[in-house]
């Protein structure tokens, strides 16, 4: 609705596209003080002396200058570090812009079939690119079928797959062979999602080089500890890359972050440390919830899916009244029953046991 002086007064709100208003922000409490086992971060964080370090370059750069628009020095880093050239690298401001990256790229006013339940903010993404989704629901104990997840492809002329494995929220890895078949019947283009690859027992990241189609999106926010600078990559042919960079918005990533990623990468032996720490405690919690009469999922993540044997809610608000943050994912189908917990570190998984030790009795 317009004045008589061509001023819109409408809410600007109603002009948002119908499916973008349908969709829920995403917001997560953030409590001080309490231990944070909902957000799947790493459980301690770089020496002093590496972030001096970093900092002192950040320090000597220029700031009034852009930085390298497609920064070029953390592709050569992660290429190094998963010996794959720079050229098929394309670095991203967290992995969920190389998801929405790609989903603009290939499925925008199209289509994307992913497995479900996954990633939640992969749905929003695709949605945000202008893509609609379609679900393809896992098997039993969350396994993959592949003519299941292709039949819904071909069914919908799918333009993208995504999926996710190691697979969040429910943790588990998917059998090569599962991958490979989806990867060979595709449609169209695969993105597989490799966030957790670091505490995986394999990685798909070959298939890259053999298959034209194939992204593989990974992120520092996890194994390597950087979740606040916000850097992820796509890894993908250098065709394909090249098309995506046109997507991908220059200067995406920022000084602070272009300088610190190569620093880390030259340190990445901490992280492989740090991977096998939280692989121990995740053993450890595992079977302290088990002899608590729970039923744990199997993991190949830095989480632990759960199920609770009570209403998942409930305990949720249990050990957040106790000080500990796990997350409630509850709501989604094909979890009705569960919670998850992110290993954290010995203290914080201590305060963790000891605090849903306490609402199991409390509820007894």
Same mark, same amino acid.
């Given at each position: 609705?317009?004045?008589?002086? +061509?001023? !819109?007064?409408?809410?600007?709100?109603? /002009?948002?596209?119908?499916?973008?208003?349908?969709?829920?922000?995403?917001?997560?409490?953030?409590? #001080?003080?309490?231990?944070?086992?909902?957000?799947? @971060?790493?459980?301690?964080?770089?020496?002093?002396? =590496?972030? !001096?370090?970093?900092? @002192? !370059?950040?320090?000597?750069?220029?700031?009034? !200058?852009?930085?390298?628009?497609?920064?070029?020095?953390?592709?050569?880093?992660?290429?190094?570090? #998963? #010996?794959?050239?720079?050229?098929?690298?394309?670095?991203?401001?967290?992995?969920?812009?190389?998801?929405?990256?790609?989903?603009?790229?290939?499925?925008?006013?199209?289509?994307?079939?992913?497995?479900?339940?996954?990633?939640?903010?992969?749905?929003?993404?695709?949605?945000?690119?202008?893509?609609?989704?379609?679900?393809?629901?896992?098997?039993?104990?969350?396994?993959?079928?592949?003519?299941?997840?292709?039949?819904?492809?071909?069914?919908?002329?799918?333009?993208?797959?995504?999926?996710?494995?190691?697979?969040?929220?429910?943790?588990?890895?998917?059998?090569?062979?599962?991958?490979?078949?989806?990867?060979?019947?595709?449609?169209?283009?695969?993105?597989?999602?490799?966030?957790?690859?670091?505490?995986?027992?394999?990685?798909?990241?070959?298939? =890259?080089?053999?298959?034209?189609?194939?992204?593989?999106?990974?992120?520092?926010?996890?194994?390597?500890?950087?979740?606040?600078?916000?850097?992820?990559?796509?890894?993908?042919? &250098?065709?394909?890359?090249?098309?995506?960079?046109?997507?991908?918005?220059?200067?995406?990533?920022?000084?602070?972050?272009?300088?610190?990623?190569?620093?880390?990468?030259?340190?990445?032996?901490?992280?492989?440390?740090?991977?096998?720490?939280?692989?121990?405690?995740?053993?450890? =919690?595992?079977?302290?919830?088990?002899?608590?009469?729970?039923?744990?999922?199997?993991?190949?993540?830095?989480?632990?899916?759960?199920?609770?044997?009570?209403?998942? &809610?409930?305990?949720?608000? %249990?050990?957040?009244?106790? +000080?500990?943050?796990?997350?409630?994912?509850?709501?989604?189908?094909?979890?009705?029953?569960?919670?998850? =917990?992110?290993?954290?570190?010995?203290?914080?998984?201590?305060?963790? /046991?000891?605090?849903? %030790?306490?609402?199991?009795?409390?509820?007894?």
């Amino acid at each position: 609705m317009k004045t008589a002086g +061509g001023t !819109r007064t409408a809410d600007a709100a109603a /002009l948002v596209r119908p499916e973008i208003r349908a969709m829920r922000a995403y917001r997560l409490a953030q409590p #001080q003080g309490a231990v944070r086992l909902h957000q799947n @971060e790493a459980p301690d964080d770089w020496p002093e002396e =590496v972030k !001096r370090a970093i900092v @002192e !370059r950040v320090l000597a750069a220029p700031w009034h !200058r852009y930085p390298s628009a497609r920064a070029d020095a953390v592709c050569e880093a992660v290429g190094q570090m #998963q #010996q794959t050239p720079s050229s098929m690298i394309a670095a991203t401001a967290g992995s969920n812009e190389a998801l929405w990256a790609a989903c603009s790229a290939f499925a925008a006013r199209g289509t994307v079939v992913m497995s479900a339940p996954t990633y939640s903010m992969a749905r929003t993404l695709a949605i945000a690119s202008g893509a609609r989704v379609v679900d393809s629901p896992l098997g039993d104990g969350f396994g993959l079928n592949p003519d299941v997840l292709l039949r819904a492809a071909h069914a919908q002329r799918a333009e993208l797959i995504y999926l996710a494995s190691p697979n969040n929220p429910t943790g588990n890895a998917f059998p090569s062979e599962a991958i490979r078949a989806v990867v060979e019947g595709s449609p169209g283009a695969v993105v597989l999602d490799e966030a957790y690859w670091e505490f995986a027992s394999a990685s798909h990241l070959d298939l =890259v080089s053999r298959f034209s189609h194939v992204l593989v999106v990974r992120t520092f926010s996890k194994a390597m500890g950087g979740a606040g600078l916000r850097v992820g990559w796509i890894t993908a042919q &250098a065709a394909l890359v090249a098309e995506l960079h046109k997507v991908i918005p220059p200067y995406s990533l920022n000084v602070f972050a272009q300088i610190a990623i190569p620093v880390l990468v030259a340190r990445r032996e901490m992280a492989g440390a740090r991977v096998q720490a939280i692989v121990s405690e995740r053993g450890r =919690v595992a079977r302290a919830l088990e002899a608590l009469g729970m039923r744990v999922y199997p993991s190949e993540t830095n989480f632990l899916l759960f199920s609770p044997g009570r209403p998942p &809610a409930e305990v949720w608000q %249990g050990l957040a009244d106790r +000080g500990v943050l796990v997350r409630d994912v509850s709501r989604v189908a094909g979890l009705e029953a569960c919670l998850r =917990v992110s290993i954290g570190s010995v203290a914080d998984n201590g305060r963790f /046991l000891a605090a849903i %030790g306490s609402v199991v009795a409390e509820g007894r």
